[in-house]
DNA sequence: CCTTGCCTTCGAGCGCGCTCGAAGGCCTAC
DNA sequence: GTAGGCCTTCGAGCGCGCTCGAAGGCAAGG
């Protein structure tokens, strides 16, 4: 079970190590390896209008600086619980323009916050579990 | 999307505060209510082999202390990202007895070492989103 | 007696987030 | 020419964790 969060970690060690300069072009494989998601799941992203990508001369997409960034945040998000589809309202609201500046911000802060709110649970869980360990040996009854 | 997380806190302090003394006991409702999931969640966890209840003499489900406990410990454990099947796997060596302490220790320890990858992930994240909301306003691009 | 209300079992259904496979295009190497 | 390899679109399928609904039991209250 810790293989979806280990791969996560991974994830992130291979993000910040691969952000490329501005003006690089990225194929689907080198973007997907350097995102730490599948190939798959850009196809999907996009077609559920999270990404809009360019395509070359022969109809393959070809990914930008930006689109990583952008890539990059939406896992961020993911990875933090945000789902699906508060990201395309999001990703909405950016193609909206700079009027829905505001309720980007409130939706980022609501964000913080539910993070915040699980970074508490999860330390009361970690406690739970370490008191488990020191105390029982992993008896069901606490 | 903070829905479920708002949730999960609710629950756990409902869970703090609904100890139930040793000898009480709880029909599915009340536990529900206490526990901070549903009837149909607990009859599913049942059914699945993750508890075991007794009957009173119309059939009805009859939970004491020692099923709060463990219901408390399993929701604790499947908020913090602990697959089903995982919870299925310790259950079953709780009910093999003593000689499974070490390997349910060891699940323990992994599942701790979880938690806290988790709880570094969600640190990062959090920066991520605070930078974003302090210095651009929710631009996609960092 | 009959409603009400909570309980039972069982199997089916759902929402999410991918994940995959089929069918085919285009480019390069042999 | 043809085989390999990576790409395209599209729709369908999957695993997870519930969630629900149907059909019925039983006990108390009016």
Redesign the interface.
Known sequence: ??A???D??ER?RRQDASVPPPGTTLSIAEMAQRAGVTAHTLRYYERIGLLEVARDAGGHRVYDA?DY??V??LT??R?????I??LRR??A??ADGEA??PE??A????????????????????E???Y??TSY??????
Do not use: N, W
Request: glycine residues 6%; proline residues 3%.
């Open positions: 079970m810790t979806s969060v280990d996560a970690l992130l930006g960034a952008r990059v945040f961020r998000l990875m933090t619980g945000m789902p589809r508060d999001y990703v609201l950016v829905s500046v980007r911000l939706m980022l802060q609501e964000h913080r916050d539910a993070i915040r709110i699980q970074l508490m649970e999860l330390q009361l869980a970690l739970t579990d370490e488990k360990i040996g992993g008896a069901c009854a606490p």
